[in-house]
């Protein structure tokens, strides 16, 4: 909150200020009909926790792209991610993602996957056996989408 002295009759009045408090949060941000980054961010805790998700879910994380990746870093931390529960849902976030870029990504730079690959890379060395393969899935599913979506 931001407070502003004022001369009011000769008389200084500090009055704090509301207007445009939320609107320099970029979080909280709303760019071309995308969801912001912390709807995005609490999607994935809730998913990540709850592991159950909604349609909403989905249209989130199909408008938000690579920033998605970027949402997962910032609220999943390292230790929970090897979970396979939580790895099962991260893969299902990343291609929900990525299901349509062109189409769904309103920002152009969140539609390259830029961050998903390299926490897919990530996924892939902190994993094994079936987990492992199911990365690579992803990956191939996201780098096929990306090739096939060029102009």
């Known amino acids: 909150m931001k407070i502003f002295v ?3 009759f000769g008389i200084l ?4 200020c509301l207007v445009g408090q939320d609107s320099h949060d970029w979080q909280d941000f709303r760019k071309d009909g995308g969801y912001s ?4 961010k609490d999607s994935i805790r809730r998913i990540t926790t709850d592991h159950i998700h909604n349609s909403w879910d989905e249209k989130r994380f199909s408008r938000a792209g690579d920033l998605t990746a970027v949402a997962i870093l910032q609220a999943v931390d390292d ?6 529960d939580v790895q099962s849902d991260v ?4 291609r929900a993602a990525f299901a349509c870029p ?3 990504v309103p920002t152009v730079s969140d539609r390259e996957p830029r961050v998903t690959l390299l926490l897919l890379e990530h996924l892939h ?10 990365v690579d899935d992803v990956t191939r599913f996201i780098i096929a989408q990306k090739t096939s979506n060029i102009p």
Do not use: H, W, Y
Request: hydrophobic share 40%; proline share 6%.
């Open 6 to 8: 004022l001369l009011f």
């Open 13 to 16: 009045v500090a009055s704090p």
């Open 37 to 40: 980054f912390r709807d995005v």
């Open 79 to 84: 230790a929970q991610m090897t979970s396979p």
């Open 91 to 94: 893969l299902s976030i990343l």
């Open 102 to 104: 062109t189409r769904c």
């Open 125 to 134: 060395n902190q994993t094994a056996g079936k987990m492992q393969s199911e």
